[in-house]
């Protein structure tokens, strides 16, 4: 089972900080579309398809390529969305992340966290791939991550990494609690309540409910890196899989590797390469545009485990690119 769990922070609304929308008005529309695409070739929710700021379609195309490839069941959670997606969905909650730099950014996380164990125990599949499209997701994680203990950097959707405004945040919201890093280390999910968004809440309780035997894959980058130390933090030993991809594997701004060391889990990462594509959308990803987001790597790991290659994901990926765009 694929779940992604779609959400909102009012942090991707900080000018400069996110790259999932070309303006802050369409944001509350990226992760519903991107649940849409979950079930079809192109957004239902919006009339159009989500660009960033320079004209990239969401990774959401990758994502939707290796289902129809990899043939494996999806599902969308919504977990504090103002928009909901026009495809099926379970609804946890309605409420927004809110901003952590004025006060704590998830109110309602233990409802978050009830309804995310129920959906785990009415789960019956082995194989778990757990995803996100969270816009400004990567602030949170680095929030997340300092305040259990993991200093370093985190990835970005785009070429240049808002570093020195992400650290400006972070400034802010560790002067506002009073901490240095690891200041929230062993306060688990209410740690991620206060300085980070509903979908580490949800993410972390579901995979905490799961079954001991099941198998446990994080889809993303250091948005599930922060997922997968919230878990840690939690108490859970558990095997875990963070799947991404060479974009994020390779990014020399982030601290993937080293956070992954000190987590405690293991990585892979999908070798996509658009490097010949005709599509300028499609081959800026080899210049560090996009990166991940909607559980791409993990969608191609899952669709390579069912018995396709990236190379067909690939061909598939240029196929509905094409087919939403025009030629």
């Known amino acids: 089972m694929f779940t992604l769990f779609i959400s909102e922070t009012k942090l991707a609304g900080v000018p400069g900080l996110s790259a999932a929308g070309a303006n802050v008005d369409v944001l509350p529309y990226t992760a519903p579309a991107d649940a849409d695409m979950l079930f079809y070739d192109r957004p239902k929710v919006v009339d159009c398809v989500p660009l960033d700021p320079f004209g990239h379609p969401t990774p959401a195309i990758v994502t939707r390529a290796a289902i129809l490839e990899g043939k494996f069941p999806v ?18 909650s309605a409420v927004p992340g809110g901003d952590p730099r004025l006060g704590p950014s998830v109110m309602d996380w233990e409802q978050i966290k009830a309804g995310a164990e129920k959906l785990a125990r009415e789960t019956s599949d082995s194989l778990q791939v757990v995803a996100e499209s969270v816009p400004g997701g990567t602030t949170t994680a680095l929030l997340l991550l300092r305040s259990l203990g993991y200093q370093g950097t985190v990835s970005s959707a785009g070429p240049v990494n808002p570093l020195s405004l992400k650290e400006n945040i972070w400034n ?3 002067a506002r609690l009073g901490i240095g890093v690891g200041g929230l280390r062993g306060r688990g999910l209410e740690a991620a309540a206060e300085v980070g968004d509903p979908m580490q809440v949800a993410a972390a309780s579901y995979v905490a409910a799961l079954p001991d035997d099941a198998e446990v894959v994080l889809a993303g980058g250091t948005q599930m890196l922060a997922v997968a130390a919230l878990l840690r933090d939690l108490g859970v030993k558990r095997d875990l899989l963070v799947a991404t991809t060479k974009y994020v594997a390779n990014d020399k701004t982030s601290c993937f590797d080293r956070y992954a060391r000190e987590i405690g889990v293991r990585t892979c990462a999908a070798p996509l390469d658009f490097s010949h594509s005709k599509y300028r959308g499609l081959s800026d990803y080899e210049n560090g545009f996009i990166k991940e987001g909607v559980g791409m790597g993990g969608a191609v790991w899952y669709a390579a485990k ?3 290659t990236v190379e067909k994901v690939v061909r598939r990926t240029e196929e509905l690119y094409m087919s939403m765009v025009g030629d």
């Open 306 to 308: 069912n018995g396709s």
């Open 172 to 174: 802010a919201v560790s």
């Open 75 to 92: 599902r969308a959670v919504r977990v504090g969305n103002t928009v909901t997606p026009a495809a099926p969905f379970t609804d946890l």
